[in-house]
């Protein structure tokens, strides 16, 4: 009775009752979507208030400004969905970097696809400039992709290349089920 009010599942309460494995991780989607749902509208209902709270206090203090912009983040529900894009994002990254280091594409498309494919979303301009003022990275690791410059970076510009970088890539394999990997080593 419980479940069925609080719309959860039966196995998120400890109770197997008839379900398998199986059964439990196909009905796991909808209630994250769920929860995700109600998340959303309580961080909407967070910024709304803060934004209330700003404007008032505007009114009675010239120190605030009530244009301040309010941002206000969750947590992901699902740490399953968190290790799938991760994996996706650096597989992505590695065959996009590929491309940059022959010079298909420039710094600008490669951080707005690999931000793209890891499910965020940024301003790549503003990123291309912090990263210009951004103290010096550490020399490559072996194995690593290949470095690029951008215009006015401190990096040494790309060497154009005919044959493709000795990047060894094994791609790993994620249960869409679980979100485990089935062949990580």
Do not use: C
């Not at 509208?41 to 967070?46: E, N, R, S, Y």
């Not at 790309?158 to 869409?176: G, L, R, T, Y």
Request: aromatic share 4%; glycine share 8%; no cysteine.
């Amino acid at each position: 009775m419980i479940a069925v009010g609080s719309g959860n599942p039966l196995h998120f309460l400890a109770e197997p009752e008839s379900a398998t494995r199986t059964t439990a991780e196909s009905t796991g989607g909808p209630t994250f979507r769920h929860y995700e749902q109600r998340q959303q509208f309580f961080l909407w209902l967070i910024k709304d208030l803060a934004q209330v709270v700003l404007t008032r206090r505007a009114t009675v203090d010239s120190r605030v400004s009530p244009k301040t912009e309010i941002s206000v983040k969750g947590t992901d529900i699902s740490a399953r969905d968190n290790a799938a894009l991760a994996t996706a994002a650096n597989m992505i990254v590695v065959a996009f970097a590929n491309l940059r280091g022959r010079g298909l594409i420039d710094d600008a498309e490669l951080l707005r696809l690999a931000y793209r494919f890891a499910g965020e979303v940024t301003d790549v301009e503003d990123m291309l400039r912090r990263g210009q003022v951004a103290p010096p990275v550490p020399p490559e690791q072996p194995g690593s992709a290949p470095r690029t410059s951008h215009p006015g970076s401190t990096l040494p510009p790309a060497q154009p290349s005919n044959n493709p970088p000795n990047i060894k890539v094994n791609p790993i394999k994620i249960n869409p089920g679980t979100g485990e990997p089935t062949n990580a080593e």
